[in-house]
């Protein structure tokens, strides 16, 4: 859900709501109660809910079946270029 900010053109206080998008925009300040109360225009910050996104993309969650086959080989099966001691497949053809 996007999180707006909001400024009070009477008495100049803001706030971030955090609304949806069908939501109608917000009018009366919560500070003194005129209807001067008015969305800023800025890029909306949202906040993201659920599990599943952060841990699966970003926190190394899941990985690869290219690497996870090569993290379960000992070094000495792999080649040079990955990291191993093993002759370089490249180098017999």
């Keep these: 859900m996007p999180i707006y900010p909001y400024r009070c053109e009477s008495c100049g206080f ?3 709501h955090l609304q ?4 109608p925009p917000l009018d009366s300040c919560p500070e003194c109660g005129s209807h001067a109360y008015k969305k800023q225009l800025t ?3 949202f906040q993201l809910k659920g599990n599943g ?4 993309d970003f926190k190394g969650g899941c990985q690869p079946a290219a690497a996870a086959a090569a993290a379960e080989k000992p070094a000495e099966s792999l080649p040079p270029c990955a990291g ?3 002759p370089c497949p490249c180098a017999a053809s």
């Design 43 to 45: 890029a909306a910050g």
């Design 53 to 56: 996104w952060y841990a699966t």
């Design 20 to 23: 949806k998008l069908s939501d």
């Design 14 to 16: 803001e706030k971030d």
């Design 84 to 86: 191993g001691t093993a």
